[in-house]
């Protein structure tokens, strides 16, 4: 039979592992991989069946995928964060594409929970990442929206996780002023520059794009919210640009 390795990245993820892990229990390895947890993160993971935990100093969350990656013992390997859980379908459908694959790569739909409600307009209902691959890809060194480094077409497996990213706002803002950090000091580094007028107008495209273009509003308040977060986000990232792009900010 085939093999499958399930790679978790995690930090500081102890009270998300046990659910993570146990959704992927019939892989036939799981490995998590770690980087400056201070809540027993490995010690838990061991605890609730990972193959292998160990921890690696972190650059990108690519390179923390690939380390665990490049200790997989299997053909195949499934990607999985430990704010994800695989539904009652991905077992199947993974078994299933690796034993007579179609491709060598497969896209996997999410369905997304945003503060306890699954989100399925604005955009979101169009997530699917690249998630199971033969274990020869590795994914770039991107800082934010990081992709698998393929020489194939991915195809789409017919099964979904389920994500939930942002169970507080707490943590959605704590993500957002990350991505808005890491997104701009990357553009920056590609020759990106931006004026006080695209912090003014990058913003409302996105709530434009994502409230009305996309449907947003079909999800009701949560929708709005979400787009107007969304929007902020973006604000954000090219205030950050502007900032780099006249020596404000290093």
Known sequence: MTRVAVVVAARDAAALLPDALASVAWADERIVVENDSTDGTLEVAR????????AHPFGTIGGQRNAAIARATSEWVLVLDADERATAGVE???????????????????????LGREIRHGGWERDRPVRLFRARFRYDDRPVHERVLLDATPATLPAALTHV????????????LRYARDGARAAHARGERCGALA???????RLVRMLVLRGGWRDGAHGVVLAALAASGVAAKYARLWALSRGLER
């Open 199 to 205: 912090v003014l107008t990058r913003p409302a495209a």
């Open 47 to 54: 605890a609730h069946g990972a193959t292998l935990a160990f």
């Open 92 to 114: 199947a459908a993974v078994r299933a594409a690796i034993a007579a694959p179609a491709a060598d790569a497969y896209r996997i739909p999410r369905r997304n929970v945003f």
């Open 165 to 176: 990213p942002y169970a507080t706002l707490d943590g959605y803002f704590a993500k957002q």
